[in-house]
């Protein structure tokens, strides 16, 4: 729902060599302005996002510094219905 505003993203990576030292960079466009740092963390949390279309952007490292093909989530979160057309209509009216 738009009034909660968060996302919880869990990912992995498909090198399952030593997998706990896999490690994970996060982009969300539209939302973050740069890659995030690299974090063995494979959760990535998004809290007070605002209405809108945005892509996630996933890449893995792995023990031996192999970098993985980025992975891409698209999610849409819709506008909010006090912000809709018909509220508008009614704001006027």
Same mark, same amino acid.
């Given at each position: 729902?738009?009034?909660? @505003?968060?996302?919880?993203?869990? *990912?992995?990576?498909?090198?399952?060599?030593?997998? =706990?030292?896999?490690?994970?960079?996060?982009?969300?466009?539209?939302?973050?302005?740069? &890659?995030?740092? &690299? $974090? =063995?963390?494979? *959760?990535? *949390?998004?809290?007070?996002?605002?209405?809108?279309?945005?892509?996630?952007? *996933?890449? $893995? @490292?792995?023990?031996?510094?192999?970098?993985?093909?980025?992975?891409?989530? =698209?999610?849409?979160?819709?506008?909010?219905?006090?912000?809709?057309?018909?509220?508008?209509?009614?704001?006027?009216?």
């Amino acid at each position: 729902r738009y009034a909660q @505003r968060s996302l919880r993203f869990q *990912v992995a990576a498909t090198s399952y060599d030593n997998a =706990a030292g896999n490690e994970y960079q996060y982009f969300l466009e539209n939302f973050d302005d740069e &890659w995030s740092g &690299w $974090s =063995a963390e494979p *959760v990535k *949390v998004y809290t007070n996002l605002p209405y809108g279309a945005f892509r996630l952007h *996933v890449r $893995s @490292r792995n023990t031996y510094g192999q970098q993985g093909e980025p992975a891409v989530y =698209a999610f849409e979160i819709a506008r909010p219905w006090y912000f809709t057309f018909y509220a508008y209509a009614g704001y006027l009216a």
